[in-house]
């Protein structure tokens, strides 16, 4: 069972140390179970009262973005050199991970590209033309 949560106050503080945790790549969950951290959901709703706060949280997120393919590129050099498998594997999970959260949280920056080309056509052709033929 959860231990209640004491109330927290938004001071400079603590508003400082969210932001940086975020950063950092940390999670949210991870910096909110800190001694004399206001819970996720308070967090979450000061984002929703305070512009000012909202657009501090999200430029912190997207510098943990940036943080957490940081952390992908050390996980891979750290593991050029092993020769355990599960090692190797456990590396990739973790890269894989990374990946799969980047994605989520920032398509446009590390989603996958969509081509959207058709066979030898550029996109830029026009319309796509479809011919029916009708099979009695």
């Known amino acids: 069972m959860r231990k209640p949560r004491v109330k927290t106050a938004k001071t400079d503080d603590n508003k400082t140390a969210i932001l940086d945790g975020l950063a950092d790549g940390k999670s949210l969950r991870e910096i909110c179970r800190s ?11 000061w984002c929703g009262e305070d512009l000012e706060w909202q657009e501090q949280y999200a430029r912190a997120r997207e510098a943990g973005s940036d943080a957490m393919a940081e952390d992908i590129q050390a996980i891979a050099d ?10 190797v594997n456990a590396a990739r999970l973790q890269i894989d ?16 590209k969509v081509d959207l080309n058709l066979g030898n056509q550029q996109a830029d052709t026009g319309p796509v033309q479809f011919e029916f033929k009708i099979v009695k």
């Open 35 to 45: 001694p004399g951290m206001p819970a996720v959901s308070t967090v979450l709703r």
């Open 78 to 87: 750290g593991i050029a050199h092993a020769t355990d498998a599960v090692e």
């Open 97 to 112: 991970a990374r990946k799969w959260l980047l994605a989520k949280r920032q398509p446009k920056k590390y989603g996958e």
